[in-house]
């Protein structure tokens, strides 16, 4: 026999099912797994499409407070009031991308059991997009006191996300 012949008829033999192989059968105690999630319907896919958008908007707060709080660590004023300059100007910024995902969110897309943290939800979103125009004009002047009350907001935003989060199904970060 040639190697050629031989090598194929090893692999012929090696991938050919056996019987040893099968697993038997289990009769009435084989597991069944649960169901699939229903689909989304197309209107909470607009809903998460606007928490998406949102979202940006609320990263972008985020990054304002957290180079806030760096500068304020170091006790440069000027740098302070600068990175307060910058909040503001985020905070404007992010007001564009909170409304316009906010717009995108109903919250009757969900169910009853999901409807209240997709309500939650829209409201803390409201919150921060309401707060936005004053953070605004006042991140400039007086800084610390609007990052203690935007990090307040930011907070109670993502405790309703990770609410609304845990309601749909989909994992928390």
Same mark, same amino acid.
């Given at each position: 026999?040639?190697?050629?012949?031989?090598?194929?008829?090893?692999?012929?033999?090696?991938?050919?099912?056996?019987?040893?192989?099968?697993?038997?059968?289990?009769?009435?105690?084989?597991?069944?797994?649960?169901?699939?999630?229903?689909?989304?319907?197309?209107?909470?896919?607009?809903?998460?499409? !606007?928490? =998406?958008?949102? +979202?940006?908007?609320? @990263?972008?707060?985020?990054?304002?407070? $957290?180079?806030? *709080?760096? /500068?304020?660590?170091?006790?440069?004023?000027?740098q302070a009031?600068?990175? !307060?300059? =910058?909040?503001? +100007?985020?905070?404007? @910024?992010?007001?564009?991308?909170i409304? $316009?995902g906010? *717009?995108? /969110?109903?919250?009757?897309?969900?169910?009853?059991?999901?409807?209240?943290?997709?309500?939650d939800?829209?409201t803390?979103l409201?919150?921060?997009?309401?707060?936005?125009?004053?953070?605004?004009?006042?991140?400039?002047?007086?800084?610390?006191p609007?990052?203690?009350?935007?990090?307040?907001?930011?907070?109670?935003?993502?405790?309703?996300?990770?609410a609304?989060?845990s309601?749909?199904?989909?994992?928390?970060?």
């Amino acid at each position: 026999m040639t190697p050629l012949a031989l090598l194929l008829l090893l692999g012929a033999l090696a991938t050919a099912p056996t019987v040893a192989q099968q697993p038997p059968p289990l009769g009435d105690s084989v597991l069944v797994a649960p169901p699939p999630p229903a689909p989304s319907t197309p209107a909470q896919d607009r809903y998460v499409q !606007g928490l =998406r958008t949102a +979202g940006r908007g609320v @990263a972008q707060l985020k990054d304002g407070l $957290n180079r806030l *709080a760096r /500068m304020q660590s170091a006790h440069d004023t000027l740098q302070a009031r600068t990175a !307060g300059k =910058r909040l503001g +100007g985020l905070c404007g @910024a992010a007001h564009g991308f909170i409304v $316009n995902g906010r *717009a995108q /969110m109903e919250p009757n897309a969900y169910d009853p059991p999901n409807r209240k943290p997709a309500r939650d939800l829209a409201t803390r979103l409201d919150s921060l997009a309401a707060y936005a125009p004053t953070c605004q004009r006042s991140a400039g002047k007086t800084p610390a006191p609007v990052a203690i009350e935007l990090s307040g907001r930011i907070r109670a935003y993502e405790t309703a996300l990770v609410a609304f989060r845990s309601a749909i199904g989909l994992p928390n970060r």
